[in-house]
């Protein structure tokens, strides 16, 4: 649930961050709201990335009795 309810909001930010840099009438606005964006974009998906690492290794845990899962 908290994945999906940041990767939306973070999705969200970067999506209307878009839409300035389109519609904006300076050069300046434009390339700092494109930056914004794909800054917005990694952070999303480094969060869901290492969450989702976090889950698998809880999970894996349960029949590993508690040793460490690599992959």
């Known amino acids: ?9 973070l999705g ?7 839409m300035i840099s389109i519609i904006a009438s300076s050069a300046q ?4 709201t ?6 917005m974009l990694l952070l999303s998906v480094t969060f869901a990335h290492l969450h ?10 349960k029949f590993k009795g508690g040793k460490v899962w690599r992959t």
């Open 34 to 39: 494109l930056i914004f964006s794909v800054i």
């Open 12 to 18: 969200f930010i970067s999506g209307m961050m878009v």
């Open 1 to 9: 649930m908290l994945r999906a309810f940041v990767g939306f909001v």
């Open 52 to 61: 989702h690492k976090r889950k698998r290794n809880e999970y894996y845990n």
């Open 29 to 32: 606005v434009r390339a700092m």
